[in-house]
């Protein structure tokens, strides 16, 4: 599977960006599918899953409530909505096909997208 991230960008504190992410191959609905972020200096962190048929989602507290982890599986493509953005949100977002349906540190990505940097001005 072979990923494509795209959707970041600036905006200011309290704004929304939409992240999509792209995937190639017949096997993209067999995937659980994650995004994970990484901000300067810090190491990469869980943001949100969804299971390969959308029933299921987790998200890190820190995102719950204002982030929204999607997918459509016709376009191969995962989706993250993230509303109410904050400074902290600042960082590289990833997205990743993962091992298994998953949560926080539990999860384990066998594929990872390119990153795309999303800033978040206050």
């Known amino acids: 599977v072979q990923l494509q991230a795209s959707g970041g960008g600036l905006v200011q504190a309290g704004g929304s960006l939409s992240l999509s992410c792209a995937a190639s191959g017949r096997t993209f609905s067999t995937y659980a599918m994650g995004w994970f972020r990484q901000a300067p200096g810090k190491e990469r962190e869980f943001v949100a899953a969804?299971?390969?048929?959308?029933?299921?989602?987790s998200y890190a507290d820190s995102v719950k409530g204002r982030f929204t982890i999607s997918r459509d599986n016709d376009k191969n493509t995962e989706y993250l909505q993230m509303n109410s953005l904050k400074p902290e949100d600042t960082a590289v977002y990833y997205c990743?096909?993962?091992?298994?349906?998953?949560?926080?540190?539990?999860?384990?990505?066998?594929?990872w997208g390119q990153g795309t940097q999303v800033t978040v001005s206050s």
């Open positions: 990743a096909a993962l091992s298994g349906y998953c949560t926080g540190n539990a999860c384990q990505a066998r594929y």
């Open positions: 969804i299971s390969w048929r959308g029933g299921r989602t």
